[in-house]
């Protein structure tokens, strides 16, 4: 699918809508997904390009924006400030971390409510739209906004 982004207007960040990402995979799971974390400058190949899960994009419309400002994030060398297991963070030092001692319920997983304060509100969170105003740090911006393709 995303080698189809080949011969696109420069510039341009390729990103398709499925009707699903994963066959049998709650839409509120995987709403979208980016290739590769930066995408490449280039079009036309497997790691070129955005997808969106249709089925989610009707069952949440409103957050579906931050999702793929999210995903934009990823396309321009962002990643999560925190994984899901709170195992692993971003590199950058001024993004809040969640750990995995902030996984006060012990399901494997830090939450929304459990990274409130402590990095949910970024953008770039795993767990996407914890805040209706979501927040991005000055080195994830510093970052963004020297990728090849913001330029």
Request: charged share 20%; proline share 6%.
């Amino acid at each position: 699918l995303l080698e189809r982004s080949a011969g696109l207007a420069g510039g341009a960040v390729p990103v398709f809508v499925v009707e699903d990402l994963l066959s049998g995979v709650p839409a509120e799971s995987l709403a979208a997904l980016t290739a590769m974390v930066p995408l490449p400058p280039l079009d036309g190949t497997p790691r070129s390009g955005i997808v969106l899960s249709a089925s989610a994009l009707r069952r949440f419309p409103v957050e579906m924006g931050q999702i793929l400002a999210h995903e934009i994030g990823h396309a321009l060398g962002l990643f999560h400030t925190s994984e899901r297991t709170g195992l692993q963070h971003d590199p950058l030092g001024d993004t809040a971390e969640c750990d995995a001692d902030d996984d006060t319920n012990d399901d494997g997983a830090v939450s929304v409510s459990e990274c409130r304060g402590r990095g949910a509100e970024n953008l770039m969170f795993w767990a996407c739209c914890a805040s209706t105003d979501p927040v991005i740090s000055a080195d994830q911006r510093f970052v963004a906004l020297r990728s090849a393709l913001a330029r």
